[in-house]
T-cell receptor, first 113, second 112 residues
Framework: DADVTQTPRNRITKTGKRIMLECSQT?????MYWYRQDPGLGLRLIYYSFDVKDINKGEISDGYSVSRQAQAKFSLSLESAIPNQTALYFC????????????FGPGTRLTVT | AQSVTQLGSHVSVSEGALVLLRCNYSSSVPPYLFWYVQYPNQGLQLLLKYTSAATLVKGINDFEAEFKKSETSFHLTKPSAHMSDAAEYFCAVKISSGKLIFGQGTELSVKP
């Protein structure tokens, strides 16, 4: 079984709709992250959480919110989706080891029409 | 500010040829550096990492990278490309808060 899972894997939604992307992990890591990937821009950090009570904005948090329901679960919400939020979204986790290596989920491809 | 630059958004090589993917970083502290690979329709998978031990780092699938402080570079190489190496490759640097900053990615194509 995958260590980091994301649901849904693909989603098409309409402008103005609220949508939630979910991430679960079985690695026992405290740190979790949400990124979006756009062609030519690499991965950009949306939000991150270093433990259940710690939520931080990343470089592109506008239009997004998150919830850390438990150590293993970290959800990303788009309150009112817009077309330029069409992207590939990744969840990642890391432990507190010195090297901070991150482990990625398979991604959610979101299309906003 | 810390940053990562990957030179070349697309690289094409012939099967059996040398693979060279370039990465330069900017960091005010000794860096931790990473190369990740993304195969089609998959998440990112760690290829290798530099953690201030040996400057030549070996990773999976015969990839390796050399940390050169004087050039602020961490280029990824593989002696002989295989068709299965076709993917997108990302260089990343850990910044002081524990987060990673990623380069924009390089798509590697391998021609038969």
């Amino acid at each position: 079984d995958a260590d980091v899972t994301q649901t849904p894997r693909n989603r098409i939604t309409k402008t103005g709709k609220r949508i939630m992307l979910e991430c679960s992990q079985t690695k026992g890591h405290d740190r979790m992250y949400w990124y979006r990937q756009d062609p030519g821009l690499g991965l950009r950090l949306i939000y991150y959480s270093f433990d259940v009570k710690d939520i931080n904005k990343g470089e592109i948090s506008d239009g997004y919110s998150v919830s850390r329901q438990a150590q293993a679960k970290f959800s990303l919400s788009l309150e009112s989706a817009i077309p330029n939020q069409t992207a590939l979204y990744f969840c990642a986790t890391s432990g507190t080891e010195k090297t901070y290596e991150q482990y990625f989920g398979p991604g959610t491809r979101l299309t906003v029409t | 500010a810390q940053s990562v630059t990957q030179l070349g958004s697309h690289v094409s090589v012939s099967e059996g040829a040398l693979v060279l993917l370039r990465c330069n970083y900017s960091s005010s502290v000794p860096p931790y550096l990473f190369w990740y690979v993304q195969y089609p329709n998959q998440g990112l998978q760690l290829l290798l990492k530099y953690t201030s031990a040996a400057t030549l780092v070996k990773g999976i699938n015969d990839f390796e990278a050399e940390f050169k402080k004087s050039e602020t570079s961490f280029h990824l190489t593989k002696p002989s490309a295989h068709m299965s190496d076709a993917a997108e490759y990302f260089c990343a640097v850990k910044i002081s808060s524990g987060k990673l900053i990623f380069g924009q990615g390089t798509e590697l194509s391998v021609k038969p």
